[in-house]
Each structure stands twice: as structure tokens, then as C-alpha cells.
């Protein structure tokens, strides 16, 4: 059986527990579209970011 050398320290065992106080993804509702959107990425349905055309958008032909 796996038995550690050392004692974790508290510092070393913080840094493995940072990861439970992580929160869920924000989303904020598009502007133009009503679509909701993670903030500071680009509208993927219309091609918008911040009031500017910057992807083309495929039509469904």
C-alpha cells in the first residue's frame, strides 16, 4: 500500500483544493439578438463582436 514520505503541507493541500471553488461559465443575452453568449467572444449565430460583422455566416442552403 502507497503511504507518503511527507506531510502534506497546508500550502500543498490549498493548491490541490483551488479547484473545488471554481464556478460555472457566465453567460450574458446578445444585444441584437437575444441570444445568450459568453461575454468577450463573438456571437457565433450572427458573426458580431461589439457592434462589428467579423465572421462570415454560412447560410443553411
Do not use: D, E, L
Given at each position: 500500500?502507497?503511504?507518503?514520505?511527507?506531510?502534506?503541507?497546508?500550502?500543498?493541500?490549498g493548491f490541490r483544493r483551488s479547484a473545488d471553488a471554481l464556478k460555472g461559465s457566465t453567460y450574458v443575452e446578445d444585444k441584437d439578438s437575444g441570444e445568450l453568449r459568453r461575454p468577450h467572444h463573438v456571437d457565433l449565430k450572427t458573426g458580431m463582436y461589439r457592434g462589428r460583422q467579423v465572421l462570415a455566416v454560412k447560410s443553411k442552403d
Open positions: 500500500m502507497a503511504v507518503p514520505k511527507r506531510k502534506t503541507s497546508p500550502m500543498k493541500r
